[in-house]
């Protein structure tokens, strides 16, 4: 006979066997629309991708572009509330049905298709839901799929391995009440102006933006679904749990503490390893950041030796010089190791550099060296030397004066 606890105990995994299984049909019918629609090769997702969730009054709208421009992404971001506008919802709604988790997540991968999302896109609002979250995870590793299999290919560039990031703007209910009633009030003052001064145009306001019981409830159904569903997601992909109840200035230096480049979120292991030695320098540059990722880690499956050997020169014999030099951030570097004869030595160096946060360039010079002398004619017999100079710009140390 069962103890009562073991049949309650039971219940929330039987639902959340169902809700798994509700996904892998759902998921299942998106892909095979998109193949049917699109063919395998033309099945090109986004690098990087930012699953932005937030409280009501987190102010995930305010802070999204300063997201994107703290992660270099230049293309706009998908809301999903907005996405429900669409004429494919729209369609759907004329037709008197609802936008349920199929259609929402047909939508957003058949959006994330387009060109302009190629290098990296914020979605804002997904996943919301149990089943939601489950299809994330078949996304991520349908992905992975594509990029083994295409990784050998000229398609290459278009099926790069997949970065996940989870970034959670989050406020207490108390402080997301305010905020939503502030916003409400905000919006009937200027309506009210409009009115009176015929000038502007009128904004929506939302009945749960001057109701206090109404945006408690708003926060409630936000912390039981779309907090406890981004939250189960942070075993698997890379979380940010980011404090957005200061002021606007707090809360972006929270958003740069969380989306300050780390080594370990981008690169695979086996990459880090090899350069994790290589100190960063303070000020890293995210110019050509999905580029310069993917050529590093090229490098390591493609030609691994040349590359350890690199980092090994640059590592024992550069790096002393350098610091040396750390006061006037600038250091010039003669070599003659003829290990730079190789043009993809040389290039592997200066995009380690460029990892690490240093500006590198490097000059080479051809010297006629005196050998011997032809005993007949007298003639001097050269040799052709080449001396690589390299050098390197960074952040300077900054030095207190009058002390």
Known sequence: MNRPEDTAASKPRAAGDLEIKDAQLIFSAVWADLLEAHGRDNLRFPREFI???GAPGAGKGTNTPFIADTRGITAPAIVISDLLTTPQAVALKNQGKMAGDREVIGLLLEELLKPQYHDGVIVDGF?????????????YHA?????????STPLVHYFRKPMFRIALLFVSEEVSVLRQIKRGKEKEEHNRQVAELGVGKPV???VTDLDPELCRNR??????????????LQRLFHFHFIDAEGNLKEVQQNILREFTYQSTLELNQETFEIIRNI??????????RQELVERLERYEEECKPLFQRVVKVMEEKMIPIIRTHSISGHAQINTEDELFDDPLALRI???VFSERGFHASIDIHRMDVPVRVNPDTWEIVCRQKRVYRIEVRYQPSEIRRGH
């Open 51 to 53: 699953w932005l969730g």
């Open 127 to 139: 996943p919301r839901t149990t089943v939601q979250v489950e299809c994330l995870k078949m996304f």
């Open 143 to 151: 992905m992975l799929e594509l990029h083994s299999e295409y990784r």
């Open 204 to 206: 929506e306001v939302r």
């Open 219 to 232: 926060y409630r159904t936000f912390k039981e679904t779309t907090f406890d569903a981004l939250q189960s």
């Open 279 to 288: 100190p960063v320098a303070s000020q890293l540059t995210l110019h050509a």
């Open 349 to 351: 160096m200066i995009d």
